[in-house]
């Protein structure tokens, strides 16, 4: 089990995105080059939504041919900062049942949750994520960036949005995240995104 700490927001436009990608610093902490990922996610849940009437998102990640569940609270933002639980686990193959994935705490859930039901597909989620490391000027990692075009598909509509996400690294502290959360409203004008993607 994890904790993710992060603020999201919405980006307007392409051209905002672009602005991101290139900017050399951030609320005064410096972001690397960056580098291109293409995300391909499917959230699942039984017909009676029960993973979701427990509280959780369950998610699974196809990623460099690699697939990931991931259980993931669904918890309500504070001063736009999610503080989230999450259980992950590899499976070996994408049409892997629960009761067939490798015995982990995310497995044991979604068995309680489910009782056996089936999972099936929600909704549809690709993106294209350009993520950048951010640091101090001393070399502290502080946070990951991620700048994201993301496609959502589900009863047969899609979506497209523009959204930035900041996740708190090992060496980053709410102080910091309070700072750059400040920068983003205030010398960006973005909005904060309290929804999650499901």
Not at 94 to 121: C, G, H, V
Request: glycine share 2%; hydrophobic share 40%.
């Amino acid at each position: 089990m994890s904790m993710e700490i992060e603020i999201k927001y919405a980006v307007p436009d392409d051209t905002t995105c672009k602005r991101l990608k290139e900017t050399d610093q951030l609320a005064g902490f410096l972001l690397s080059s960056g580098h291109l990922q293409h995300i391909h996610d499917v959230y699942l849940d039984t017909a009676q939504h029960v993973i979701q009437k427990a509280g959780f998102a369950c998610r699974k990640r196809e990623q460099d041919s690699r697939f990931m569940i991931t259980l993931k609270q669904l918890a309500t933002a504070e001063r736009n900062v999610h503080r989230r639980q999450e259980f992950e686990i590899p499976i070996p193959s994408a049409a892997l049942p629960p009761a067939q994935w490798p015995d982990s705490p995310a497995r044991n859930f979604i068995l309680q949750f489910t009782q056996q039901e089936p999972l099936i597909p929600l909704c549809d989620v690709t993106q294209r994520r350009f993520v950048r490391l951010m640091r101090s000027h001393h070399n502290r990692l502080v946070a990951e960036v991620s700048i994201d075009e993301v496609h959502v598909l589900a009863a047969d509509a899609e979506h497209v949005y523009f959204e930035l996400e900041v996740e708190l690294r090992t060496e980053g502290t709410e102080y910091d995240l309070e700072i750059i959360r400040t920068c983003l409203q205030h010398e960006w004008a973005l909005k904060p995104e309290s929804r999650s993607k499901i």
